[in-house]
């Protein structure tokens, strides 16, 4: 099992990739409306098909394109993997099409609610697998979202599906990827090569839909490639906090993205209803508290001046 990060410029640097995941994701997420008539699974099509080059240049541009060889070395040795890689790329993939899936269909306010769940239950599984303690500091953020998640759940009247395909899905995926030492970005490079067959048929399938959509709209021809790079950076980008940062510390640090979330789409003109502020508002108190501690530990490093 790799080791967890160590060094306090790893964990800053961490910190900072894992805020530009959120970042890009909110972009995506606010641009996605343009992207008409494309629908959810179309989109997860080129999201993956433009993720597979980019993620490769990636490895080759930071000098780690061994990362891929390496791992796909590894099956001959390590059975396992014949049965972990291709469950993880199952697992990336269900998430990647739940996302713009959910908000085509009338169960956005579903997989938020995962959204809102999840860091709670990678804190969890940090807790018991990993033996990984939290700071005052995040204790009290831990506190402060749970009883929004809370008051969430209550006036929603339990849970759905999608909201524990999120919560719990995304925590089985990571751990996994550690467990096996694959928590990299050549381990995920495979997981999309795993993922290309089924993102073709998505993305083209026979090709005279896509094209009608072509002429009918050729703003889609920027659109697409602009969402592609943007998703592939994104992804890469959460990929990689997950890899520096302690499992509790990069799964409360994704509350920035509900909250990114919800600010794209007041700016969409989408409404927050009285009921539902109090579950941002806590939210809102969480990631205060995480910024604080990140300050505060950024004035301690630079000491007295």
Known sequence: MPLLPSSGECVSKGVLVSLAASLLFGLMYYGTPWLAPLQGGDIFGWRVLFAVPLVALMLH???????????????????????????CAAMV??????FLWAPLHGRALQVSMGYFLLPLTMVIVGRIFFGERLSSLQKLAVVSAALGVGWALLRNHGL????LLVA????????VRRHLGIAHLGGFWLEL???LPVAVWAAIGDGQVLAQMLDNKPALYVLIPALGVVSAVALMCYMLAAKMLSFS?????????P???MLAALLL??????GQWPTYIAIWIAVGLLALEGVLRLRSKQGPT
């Open 249 to 257: 510390l990069f799964g409360l640090l994704t509350y920035v993205e």
């Open 259 to 261: 909250v990114l979330l």
């Open 269 to 274: 003109g989408e409404s927050v209803g009285h």
């Open 168 to 175: 719990l899905g995304y925590p089985a995926y990571f751990l």
């Open 160 to 163: 759905s599906w999608e909201m």
């Open 193 to 195: 090569v795993f993922l």
């Open 93 to 98: 993939g269900v998430q990647l099409w739940l």
């Open 61 to 87: 541009v930071s000098g780690e394109p061994r990362l891929i060889l390496d791992t796909a070395q590894r099956f001959r040795r390590d059975r396992r993997l014949w049965l972990a890689v291709p469950a």
